[in-house]
């Protein structure tokens, strides 16, 4: 049976290594490999050409270490080892640790408040000497190999509220600690678990309620704030005259549409000011504006701060220098300028001239962009969709539904990731800081997304077995 | 739903990167630059090869203001080596301000600050670093008015040069040959592109120079001047206002064009260029107007020669024809005065000047019953003129030329009415007075005409151009005009009576020994604002007699006969072009003797000592108010030292201080009233 493949090697005889690399090899999805293979590469030839001055020579910066390139190229090796040793490993090992690893995960971030070192704002790191880990970023391994096991369990009943609950919270506990180590970005890729959740049976309302606060939310930033009441009451109106009849016979619609309305508005009039005002903080307000071309004058909310909150408004305005118009800005123009065909690699004027901040991290993308141009750019991102594409066939074809989720986790995840990212270097997305999966650099941002795939292609690999 | 994703994002780049360039312009702007390199101006040599312009490097200090953000300038020692007051230096550095790029915050240093500057660098750096320049040099420091100079270009001018690669605070030639010949000395600037980053700093060539051009210097220039001979008639014209024009007649190079008063070229270039020019527009003597080309004269007796070409060409004189001066012309009933009486034939008529013999032939001419009337008399003896190359420019390639003027019957007609005139309406034409205007070049012209027996060549400065003549600015300096078809015996005749001249009639003072020379005596009568003044002395000639090599005019305005100032100035200029030197002793005293001879015209002497009054007595209104205003600080810093209880500071330290600030106010006082001067003088000039 596959289980012996599995199995833990013995080093006995040249021949038996053969024999166990031809039969651990069997049932891997080499699609899977290639794309990660491919994608990484991109990610080094990017993070290359974004420290790339003229003379420079590859080798030589590789052997010295001392370029963010050849650190990327030492994390990757890292990371193939990494995956190795995730391939050799019974892929039961993952369903028993499961909960384990999420406590631990749990855990480490815990360790950040205390041990914690700081890194552009935000005290989530923890230094290893010659990398940083960040847990948060590692948790979503965890978190999204718990969620597949508690939905697994046979006793788990997805159709009850408790369990849909208990569910949130599995997903949503690394997110609040997130967001207290001042990554709200990372926080809101754990939203990503709804997808998994939606697939197993989560009722549909739940995103269409999401997805419509999301709406109000936005309009109440695009639209005067009276308008908006008008066009609600409105709307709330011609519904009521639409569905007269229907009323007619059930007082119970008119009461929902009256509660909806009551709700709807107080979002807008106070629940969204209130955010604004007092849970999120100037500058993140003003990302978040500036993403829908608002210019948001902070003096309204000046007024009603404590001098604490000023003092530290005035500080995080300190800290985010260049602005984050700015960096948008220069993105937009890196990409932009790419044209169609790009400015050949190694010839962006942009990449060089160190204009995009943060170019080798989260605004990779506009070195491909730049580089590239149009089609080089949108080959990445047809990779990416056919890469997850290809994670959901996956999916679809597990027989285990722990396999099942996990595999909806890791597509789920690597979609928000992906679409954020790219829609934040083109203006379409607010800046928040996640990185582009494989792509940007950086060792926890690699070793997390190398992990997760290849636990999901070990699973894969055994998908005849089923696993609780 | 990755696929929705999938296909916004492509949509989006695609209208970012495809159908939008806007983002292009931007990148470009902010990530490359385009750095212009200038490349050296042609360099120009005189017939002996000699360079008498050249290329030497100068430093301007410049100000990046970008870089001074975090940087403690010390401005108090920056002020100071560059003599200027902190209120100066906050006024240029908000200029500077403006742009993000570097600028010029200093221009043309002095040899002295620039060591100054270089000393105590480190304390300015990196906001402020010195440029080189490349500015003109003269070894000879003569010829201003040929050389012409350099200055920042207008916007005019780059209007008018659209597509020439100039930009503004770029340099160009403006006068002179600087001007004339400025496409091909200015060279072909070099572009270079650089990569640029965010903080506006230059990091490397774009893409290894690949689309970087490469400047080519100017091409050199091989002038026709000789400089020993120019600095000589310069020297000659010392205190006289006039000028000399020598041509080579074989081919038309002009050997030396001295207008005096001039100015050395070197004034016009390096750190005080803009102070110079002031002064030397300001100067009622208009060193930088040149005369040889700009003015026009009357020609006077040299007009002889050539009413006796056209004489001789219409037939109706012969060499032998003879008219009999009593003393004066009687031919229009008032009698035109004549200097010495007596019976001419042709070459004596030449030799001794006599105006009546010429009434007579210019008469005759225009008399002449073949034209059937004075019109068409006049206007064939017009052509005639014009055909000698008077009346209209004869396209030196110096620029502003004056054509002078050749009287036509339209324009008698306007003055006087249509056959309201006859020859008598305008008799003194016949000897060079009158409605006739010519410039010194145009007589030198002549003579060349008169030396080569029959034709041209349009004078020029500039005999080649190193790297071929891409432009065909020296094309029409091939050809040779041929106006009239006069036999050589007419010539001969012409030329024995200007022998005549130089060995017993007026030019006699002026004799080249061991030269045959030929020349001919002029003195013009002429008025400034009504007044009659001194006679302008001419001189014109050619030498020698029987292989030409020079023709030369001399002008010396203001000078009384012609015999006495300018025929002895020719003379020595033939003698120092023909023999390489100054002979004999006696000819070297001649020369010292003629550069001290004072000619300045009255009425220029006369508006000097205007100038000259009116900025002393505004210095003395100047001192007096500063000495009142001195007083009255003094006296306000006495009361603060009664009356300590003013101020908690030290009362002598404050008193010190108004004294600085007066002592600024003065230098802005000074400046002030030295332009207010200036303009005034100006419109008067």
Request: glycine share 8%; net charge positive; with cysteine.
């Amino acid at each position: 049976m596959k289980m012996e493949v599995a199995g833990t090697p013995k080093h006995n005889c040249s021949s038996h290594i053969m024999k166990e690399q031809i039969e651990l090899s069997k049932g891997i999805d080499w699609v899977m490999v290639w794309f990660y293979i491919i994608l990484v590469s991109i990610g080094v030839i990017c993070i290359y050409s974004v420290e790339y001055h003229q003379g420079d020579s590859f080798l030589s910066g590789l052997v010295e270490l001392k370029k963010n390139y050849s650190r990327q190229v030492l994390f990757v090796g890292i990371a193939g080892v990494m995956a190795i040793l995730i391939l050799l490993t019974d892929s039961k090992f993952f369903t028993a640790t499961a909960n384990l690893g999420y406590a631990i995960g749990i855990l480490l971030i815990l360790v950040t408040f205390v041990a914690g070192k700081e890194i552009n704002g935000s005290k989530s790191w923890i230094p290893l000497g010659f990398f940083n880990l960040q847990p948060t970023e590692m948790c979503k391994i965890f978190t999204g190999l718990a969620l597949a096991k508690y939905l697994s369990r046979n006793e788990t009943d997805f159709e009850k509220p408790r369990a849909q609950l208990l569910a949130a919270a599995i997903t949503l506990s690394p997110a609040v600690l997130s967001v207290l180590q001042n990554e709200t970005g990372l926080a809101l890729v754990y939203f990503a678990f709804l997808i998994p959740m939606y697939r197993e049976g989560l009722p549909g309302i739940y995103l269409i309620v999401g997805f419509s606060l999301a709406v109000l939310v936005i309009s109440t930033i695009l639209v005067e704030k009276n308008l908006l009441a008008i066009i609600l009451t409105s709307i709330a109106a011609l519904s009521i005259y639409l569905l007269r009849r229907t009323i007619k016979r059930n007082k119970g619609i008119l009461f929902l549409i009256i509660v909806l309305w009551v709700v709807s508005v107080g979002i807008q009039r106070f629940a969204v000011p209130y955010l604004f005002t007092k849970v999120l903080k100037p500058y993140q307000v003003e990302r978040i504006m500036s993403t829908f071309g608002v210019d948001y004058d902070p003096s309204v909310s000046l007024k009603d701060m404590t001098p604490e909150e000023k003092a530290e408004y005035e500080l995080q305005k300190k800290k985010k220098k260049p602005t984050e118009n700015y960096n948008v800005k220069q993105s937009k123009i890196a990409i932009g300028s790419g044209g169609f065909w790009g400015k050949g690699f190694l010839k962006g004027t942009q990449t060089q001239g160190d204009f995009v901040p943060e170019q080798h991290t989260d605004f990779i993308f506009t070195s491909v962009g730049e580089n590239f141009g149009f089609w080089g750019s949108s080959g990445v991102v047809i990779l990416y969709v056919l890469f997850m594409l290809r994670i959901v066939f996956i999916a679809e074809r597990q027989r285990s539904k722990f396999s099942r989720v996990y595999a909806y986790s890791v597509a789920a995840i690597l979609f928000f990731h992906v679409a954020i990212n790219i829609c934040m270097t083109v203006g379409l997305a607010p800046v928040i800081g996640i990185t582009l999966p494989l792509l940007s650099y950086g060792g926890s941002s690699l070793l997390t997304f190398t992990i997760m795939l290849f636990i999901l292609i070990r699973l894969d690999a055994d998908r005849q077995m089923i696993l609780r | 739903m990755i696929l929705v994703m999938g296909i916004i994002i492509i949509a989006r780049l695609f209208s970012l990167q495809v159908s939008d360039n806007k983002y292009s312009i931007l990148a470009d702007e902010q990530g490359k630059f385009r750095k212009v390199v200038y490349p050296d101006r042609g360099i120009l040599f005189d017939r002996k090869g000699r360079a008498i312009l050249r290329n030497t490097v100068i430093y301007d200090l410049m100000i990046t203001p970008g870089k001074l953000k975090g940087m403690h300038l010390d401005t108090l020692s920056l002020c100071r080596v560059l003599s200027i007051d902190t209120t100066e230096f906050n006024k240029r550095l908000q200029v500077a301000k403006k742009t993000y790029r570097a600028s010029v915050f200093e221009a043309s240093l002095s040899d002295e600050v620039v060591a100054r500057v270089n000393e105590s660098m480190y304390k300015w750096e990196p906001a402020f670093y010195l440029q080189e320049r490349p500015v003109r040099d003269y070894p000879f420091d003569a010829g201003g008015n040929i050389l012409g100079y350099l200055s920042e270009v207008s916007p005019a001018f780059l209007e008018a040069h659209e597509g020439e690669g100039y930009q503004p605070g770029d340099y160009a030639g403006v006068a002179g040959l600087e001007r004339t010949y400025e496409k091909v000395l200015m060279g072909q600037r070099g572009i270079e592109y650089w990569k640029r980053d965010n903080r506006n700093r230059l990091t490397e060539p774009l893409e290894n120079k690949r689309f970087d051009t490469p400047a080519i210097s100017g091409q050199n220039l091989h002038l026709s001047l000789d400089i020993k001979l120019q600095e000589l008639g310069e020297y000659l014209m010392t205190n006289k206002v006039g000028s000399i024009v020598a041509i080579d007649p074989k081919t038309g190079g002009v050997l030396a064009l001295v207008s005096s008063p001039t100015y050395k070229p070197s004034l016009l270039t390096g750190s005080d260029r803009k102070k110079h020019y002031t002064e030397l527009v300001l100067d009622p003597r208009s060193p930088m107007f040149n005369r040889a080309v700009n003015a026009t004269y009357m020609p006077g007796s040299t007009f002889k020669t050539l009413q006796a070409l056209i004489g001789l060409q219409e037939g109706v004189i012969t060499p032998n024809t003879t008219f009999v001066c009593t003393g004066a012309y009687y031919g229009c009933g008032r009698p035109m005065r004549c200097i010495d009486p007596g019976v001419f034939k042709l070459k004596e008529a030449i030799t001794w000047s006599c105006n009546t013999y010429f009434a007579n032939v210019m008469q005759r001419t225009i008399n002449n019953p073949q034209f059937g009337s004075a019109v068409e008399g006049l206007n064939q003896w017009a052509a005639y003129m014009r055909g000698f190359g008077l009346g209209h420019k004869l396209g030196i390639d110096m620029p502003s030329e004056k054509g002078g003027l050749i009287p036509t019957p339209e324009f008698y007609d306007k003055i006087y009415g249509k056959g309201r005139w006859n020859f008598c309406t305008f008799r003194s034409v016949s000897i060079g007075q009158g409605e006739v205007n010519v410039t010194p070049l145009q007589v030198a012209n002549e003579m060349a005409y008169i030396a080569n027996k029959g034709w041209f060549i349009t004078p020029h400065m500039v005999d080649s151009i190193d790297g071929g003549d891409q432009y065909g600015l020296l094309d029409s300096f091939k050809l040779r005009h041929y106006p009239l078809n006069i036999s050589d015996s007419v010539f001969e005749a012409v030329h024995d009576g200007m022998q005549g001249v130089m060995e017993r009639g007026t030019g006699a003072a002026a004799k080249v020994p061991g030269i045959v020379v030929c020349g001919k005596t002029g003195t013009v009568e002429n008025y400034y604002k009504g007044v009659k003044q001194k006679d302008h002395a001419f001189f014109a000639a050619f030498a020698p007699r029987d292989n030409p090599r020079i023709a030369i005019a001399v002008v010396c305005e203001n000078a009384g006969f012609g015999s006495s100032s300018s025929a002895p100035i020719a003379s020595l200029m033939i003698e120092q072009y023909l023999n390489d030197s100054i002979g004999s002793p006696e000819r070297k005293a001649r020369l010292e003797a003629l550069a001290h001879t004072n000619l300045m015209p009255k009425r220029i002497l006369d508006e000097i000592r205007k100038k000259d009054s009116i900025q002393a007595i505004k210095k003395a209104e100047l001192e007096r108010k500063q000495k009142e205003q001195m007083k009255k600080e003094s006296q306000v810093a006495d009361n603060g030292n009664l009356n300590p209880s003013v101020e908690s500071g030290d009362p002598r330290k404050h008193g010190r201080k108004g004294d600085e600030s007066h002592k600024i106010s003065m230098i802005y006082g000074a400046l002030i009233s030295y332009h207010e001067n200036g303009s005034s003088w100006h419109s008067k000039a």
